[in-house]
């Protein structure tokens, strides 16, 4: 299979909507990362999804559907305080996991009860969803387990003949997944962290939790025990409090007539200065946005990238910091 990538334009829309029609799956961009997506109504849709990533039978998908779809007809909105996070997050990187009514298929769900969707903010994405008017099951459009695409060249890399079309939305700008948060209960609870904050969930609706991930957790989120977004390259992992220990390991793989690269925030820029880098940004957003696409970036020129984590989880450093230990760590 040739697999074209096109920029969304019209042209490229309709192409998409007619393969995705006839149960194929193609990558498409969110302000995540890039998708594969097939049709949330077609088990052949579904399969082909877990087939093509090799993901694990028991990790299920996020419906994403426009933002004009009615929620009701997918899922049974219980609790009162999810009109708020509606209103608040949506269209945005929030997923809102629910009672399923069933109309996305068994096989996108693993046999659970519930249903995550979401409302992507990407406009490319946003066309799409709108022409197709379904809702598009869609794990990160990568191998299972390696970094997930933040540009559409990132997808071809990964899955170059196993699909027909990419459509190119340029790069995602939020640069991690989506905030997974149970709304089935009293409290909302983040299964996964993202871009959506426990502070700004709060600030919405009063209190929220954060799963433990125990085998006592009513709903748990599979794929957060997962070992994930890891680069095809070797890594190392230190804290803010171990920079001499970056450097030897730094001098020791240079010594071996290795690549070293340092991935880093930029205000530690000066402490390496001469060294080989992958500069991640200042802020928690740029980070956020940098982060998979510096790890891809890494994979491809260095032999081992040395991390250097933020010491911080508030805000959407939790994210940030939940990535970088399973790529890095
Ligand atoms: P991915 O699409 O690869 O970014 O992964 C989707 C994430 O959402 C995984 O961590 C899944 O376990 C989680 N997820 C999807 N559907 C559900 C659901 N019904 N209940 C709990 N977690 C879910
Ligand atoms: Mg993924």
Request: proline fraction near 4%.
């Amino acid at each position: 299979m040739i697999t074209q990538i096109k920029k969304v334009d019209g042209k490229s829309i309709k192409l998409a909507v007619n393969i995705l029609r006839a149960d194929g799956v193609i990558g498409m961009p969110t302000e995540t990362v890039y998708g594969l997506a097939g049709v949330g109504t077609s088990s052949n849709a579904v399969k082909k999804i877990f087939e093509i990533k090799g993901r694990p039978s028991d990790n299920p998908l996020i419906a994403h559907v426009h933002k004009r779809y009615d929620l009701n007809k997918l899922v049974f909105i219980e609790q009162p305080y999810v009109k708020k996070l509606i209103k608040k997050f949506m269209p945005g990187p929030l997923t809102l996991v629910f009672k399923s009514k069933g109309v996305v298929v068994n096989e996108a769900v693993c046999g659970g009860e519930t249903l995550a969707v979401r409302m992507p903010s990407h406009k490319g994405c946003q066309k799409l969803l709108k022409a197709i008017n379904l809702p598009l099951v869609a794990p990160s459009a990568n191998i299972s387990k390696h970094t997930s695409p933040v540009t559409a060249t990132h997808v071809y890399n990964d899955l170059n003949g196993k699909l027909e079309l990419i459509l190119d939305g340029g790069k995602c700008l939020g640069g991690i997944e989506s905030t997974v948060l149970d709304v089935t209960d009293v409290v909302p609870r983040i299964l996964r962290a993202g871009l959506v904050t426990k502070e700004m969930i709060e600030k919405v609706v009063g209190s929220c939790e954060i799963a433990q991930h125990k085998e006592t957790d009513k709903v748990k989120s599979p794929g957060v025990k997962y070992r994930h977004y890891k680069p095809k390259c070797d890594t190392a992992l230190f804290s803010k409090t171990q920079l001499d220990k970056v450097l030897e390991l730094y001098e020791q793989k240079q010594k071996e007539g290795l690549k070293p690269f340092i991935m880093c925030s930029n205000d530690l820029a000066d402490k390496f200065s001469g060294k080989n880098l992958l500069l991640l940004g200042t802020t928690g957003k740029e980070i956020a946005s940098n982060l998979y696409d510096k790890l891809l970036e890494g994979e491809k020129i260095a032999d081992i990238i040395i991390a250097v984590s933020f010491d911080r989880e508030d805000g959407v450093y939790l994210g940030i910091t939940n990535r970088l230990r399973k790529s890095c760590g």
